[in-house]
């Protein structure tokens, strides 16, 4: 088991920068997969970035380019760097870790909100 914990949200305006944090109860160093996902409403979640087997990382098309997951697992902290940001990218933010296939522990989401 491990609890997550995300924190860094908030307003800010287009074009602008945030850094969200996600502080793990554990060691992450054995946790290939971790992400981020984001819902908006009126929307499914949808997974943003993920770290994958091998350290590899994975993008969701809408923010290549703009978002960079990072980890410091001398921390137990996965981060979300977000540049560039759009008002569409405004969600609830989770942060997530996969046990086996599936994405089994989840944060309780930070809101990220982008105004025009």
């Known amino acids: 088991q491990v609890q997550l914990v995300e924190s860094g949200g908030g307003l800010v305006q287009a074009g602008g920068s945030l850094r969200l944090s996600c502080a793990a109860s554990r060691s992450i160093s054995s946790c290939n997969y971790m992400g981020w996902y984001r819902q908006a409403p009126g929307k ?36 979300l760097q977000m540049n560039s940001l759009k008002p569409e990218d405004t969600a609830v933010y989770y942060c997530a870790a996969r046990d086996g296939l599936v994405w089994r522990y989840w944060g309780q989401g930070t809101q990220v909100t982008v105004s025009s």
């Open 44 to 79: 499914q979640r949808e997974l943003v970035a993920a770290f994958v087997v091998g350290g590899s990382t994975n993008y969701a098309n809408s923010v290549k380019g703009r978002f960079t997951i990072s980890r410091d697992n001398t921390k137990n902290t996965v981060y």
